[in-house]
T-cell receptor, first 114, second 113 residues
């Protein structure tokens, strides 16, 4: 596809359940990012993948959050034992790896934990 | 740490000019980006500045002063469709191979008739 694709677009889950969010980046983009956006808040960095390097996990809020990127393309963000404060829009972005390359965002997954 | 400040909300009249300011304090600097985000949609890229001065792109212009840690986005001939949040983001120097952006909380612009 032409843009970053995320699925599902909406996810409602019960507190304590695990969820998986998927991101398919733009073909050829070796950098992939996960951010989350809560109501009235800015975009909060979660994790960054670049090629075969170890991911930058410095933004993950707790050990319930993890992400992987298989084959340098598709990424999955997993949240275990979801809590109500995890409710947010989870945005994935990809970019080329030059300093002036903008991030291109997908439409996000709106996660609601009840 | 990284800190980016921008006004929370602004209102402007259709056809007018509006300037949205952004100040930043970051660990190094590799450029400043402006994004537009309509409600319920993904952020879309508007502009990039890395050198001091003004970058013009149609009705939108973006200015940077690195010594002051300051940028603004200028929107001319405002249209109703420009009602959106405008996000200021900085690419800090976090080491080789790091390209993540740090975002401000965004400025919600309302354009009124």
């Amino acid at each position: 596809g032409a843009g970053v694709s995320q699925s599902p677009s909406n996810k409602v889950t019960e507190k304590g359940k695990d969820v998986e969010l998927r991101c398919d980046p733009i073909s050829g983009h070796t950098a992939l990012y996960w951010y989350r956006q809560s109501l009235g808040q800015g975009l909060e960095f979660l994790i960054y993948f670049q090629g075969n390097s170890a991911p930058d996990k410095s933004g993950l809020p707790s050990d319930r959050f993890s992400a992987e990127r298989t084959g340098g393309s598709v990424s999955t963000l997993t949240i275990q034992r979801t809590q109500q404060e995890d409710s947010a829009v989870y945005l994935c972005a990809s970019s080329a790896v030059t300093v002036n390359s903008p991030l291109h965002f997908g439409n996000g997954t709106r996660l609601t934990v009840t | 740490g990284q800190n980016i400040d921008q006004p929370t909300e602004m209102t402007a009249t259709e056809g007018a000019i509006v300037q949205i300011n952004c100040t930043y304090q970051t660990s190094g600097f590799n450029g400043l980006f402006w994004y537009q985000q309509h409600a319920g949609e993904a952020p879309t890229f508007l502009s990039y500045n890395v050198l001091d001065g003004l970058e013009e792109k149609g009705r939108f212009s973006s200015f940077l002063s690195r010594s002051k840690g300051y940028s603004y986005l200028l929107l001319k001939e405002l249209q109703m469709k420009d009602s959106a949040s405008y996000l200021c983001a900085v690419r800090p120097s976090l080491g080789a191979g790091s390209y993540q952006l740090t975002f401000g909380k965004g400025t919600k612009l309302s354009v009124i008739p």
